[in-house]
């Protein structure tokens, strides 16, 4: 069993930047394609980033293509995504999961940590 635990997030003025950070065990995480994710207040979840099991290849959501870099250390068991050019509607709860079954629908997720990212 896989266990997730993100760290990192806090208030940020719009146009800092945030590094946050994944933390995994229990598991052997590093054969996992793992991604970000993040819910806004009001909204549904959404897709932000994912990195493949090797960290050789990763995508993103358009809104944060040239600001959010994805990456992971297999050797520590932790995955980051450096945030920069923050906006205010980047302000969510960032989720990281590992295990993917479909884009939205991943084996294991973290309890998330708050960005706020004020104007």
């Known amino acids: 069993q896989v266990q997730l635990v993100e760290s990192g997030g806090g208030l940020v003025q719009a146009g800092g930047s945030l590094r946050l950070s ?6 052997t995480v590093r054969t996992y394609a793992m991604a970000w994710f993040r819910q806004a207040p009001g909204k549904g979840r959404e897709f932000v980033a994912t990195i493949s099991a090797s960290g050789g290849g990763a995508d ?13 250390d297999n050797a520590k068991n932790i995955m980051s995504l450096q945030m920069n050019s923050l906006k205010s ?4 709860v960032y989720y990281c999961a590992a295990g993917r079954l479909t884009i939205q629908i991943w084996r294991y997720w973290g309890q998330g940590t708050q960005v706020t990212v004020s104007s």
């Not at 994944?22 to 598991?27: K, P, V």
């Not at 993103?60 to 992971?72: E, L, N, P, Q």
């Not at 509607?89 to 969510?92: G, L, P, V």
């Open 22 to 27: 994944c933390a995994a065990s229990g598991g």
């Open 89 to 92: 509607e980047d302000t969510a």
């Open 60 to 72: 993103y959501a358009d809104f944060v293509k040239g600001r959010f870099t994805i990456s992971r």
